[in-house]
T-cell receptor, first 112, second 115 residues
């Protein structure tokens, strides 16, 4: 089974609303990353949060990390139609050497 | 900078045929990865490499082999393709630091169909 799991699996909102996606993981990590994937394309890195950080901001993105609950959330504020994409969390799974493991993703649809 | 380049972009194979997917990165990254992505699913790690001459199994390694003879290249081989290997394959690379992995850079993907 995968290290990270996002919820919800799909999210549909109106332009201007905020979108919140959650990620839970299983083992201890050094950092957690969020990526975005537009349909049919490769993933693009959005933000990285380290295990000793609790919150991080980048433009309209806000990421929180709760290592006691092994969970993270990604908040996109004032969403735009162009934010329509799939969003994935990834952790550096340390078992057997560090490697980046992805969850199943949240599909976000922002209606104009 | 080209970043991460995958070839080919599309391929159709017959069951039992073999092929090699090539991934090249020009960022001098130590770590390289091969993932597969199936409809409605995330990326599952097939194999990865922590440096030139090294490879390791990921979550779904069966039916695939890899080689990293040069730091900038990571090859994924299918010796005898099966319909279950129909998927989109992504290569990625990243740096490794004392505080864990840094961001991964992805190729544009290879859409493979096995008939």
């Amino acid at each position: 089974s995968q290290q990270g799991e996002e919820d919800p699996q799909a999210l549909s909102i109106q332009e201007g609303e905020n979108a919140t996606m959650n990620c839970s993981y299983k083992t201890s990590i050094n950092n957690l990353q969020w990526y975005r994937q537009n349909s049919g394309r490769g993933l693009v890195h959005l933000i990285l949060i380290r295990s000793n950080e609790r919150e991080k901001h980048s433009g309209r993105l806000r990421v929180t990390l709760d290592t006691s609950k092994k969970s993270s959330s990604l908040l996109i504020t004032a969403s735009r139609a162009a934010d329509t994409a799939s969003y994935f969390c990834a952790t550096d799974w340390s078992t057997g050497g560090f490697k980046t493991i992805f969850g199943a993703g949240t599909r976000l649809f922002v209606k104009a | 900078n080209a970043g991460v380049t995958q070839t080919p972009k599309f391929r159709v194979l017959k069951t039992g045929q073999s092929m090699t997917l090539l991934c090249a990165q020009d960022m001098n990254h130590e770590y390289m990865y091969w993932y597969r992505q199936d409809p409605g699913m995330g990326l599952r790690l097939i194999h990865y490499s922590v440096g030139e001459g090294t490879t390791a199994k990921g979550e779904v390694p069966d039916g695939y082999n890899v080689s990293r003879l040069k730091k900038q290249n990571f090859l994924l081989g299918l010796e005898s393709a099966a319909p279950s290997q129909t998927s989109v394959y992504f290569c990625a690379s990243s740096l490794i630091t004392l505080t864990g992995n840094t961001e991964a850079f992805f190729g544009q993907g290879t859409r493979l169909t096995v008939v």
